[in-house]
């Protein structure tokens, strides 16, 4: 069994800082991309950032120069520094990794989400 457990969501006011983790833990030979998505109220899921195994990154355009994905391997956990926070930030934030429980396999796995508010 594969799990990603997210931490570091919370209330934070405009312009502020959060740092968000998610670990993965269970049985698997490898840990391919991993990405950040959120969903804000009446919103579709929305790819924020993604980080691939060798180091690579993407960001959506609204993220871009305030919000930093990096991922520690040691650890099989991926973090994503948001700085200067505004209220179009807030929604439930999701961890993705694609996980090889085999090295024949590959399969998107999801953590539960952590909720992000930015108010004042």
């Known amino acids: 069994q594969v799990q990603l457990v997210e931490s570091g969501g919370g209330l934070v006011q405009p312009g502020g800082s959060l740092r968000l983790s998610c670990a993965a833990s269970g049985s698997f030979v490898s840990i391919y991309a991993m990405s950040w998505y959120r969903q804000g109220p009446g919103t579709q899921r929305e790819l924020v950032a993604f980080i691939g195994s060798g180091g690579s990154t993407n960001y959506a355009d609204s993220v871009k120069g305030r919000f930093t994905i990096s991922r520690d391997s040691a650890k099989n956990t991926v973090y994503l520094q948001m700085n200067n926070l505004k209220p179009e930030d807030t929604a439930v934030y999701y961890c993705?990794?694609?996980?090889?429980?085999?090295?024949?396999?590959?399969?998107?796995?999801w953590g539960q989400g952590t909720q992000v508010t930015v108010s004042s």
């Open positions: 993705n990794a694609a996980i090889g429980r085999t090295w024949a396999s590959k399969l998107d796995y």
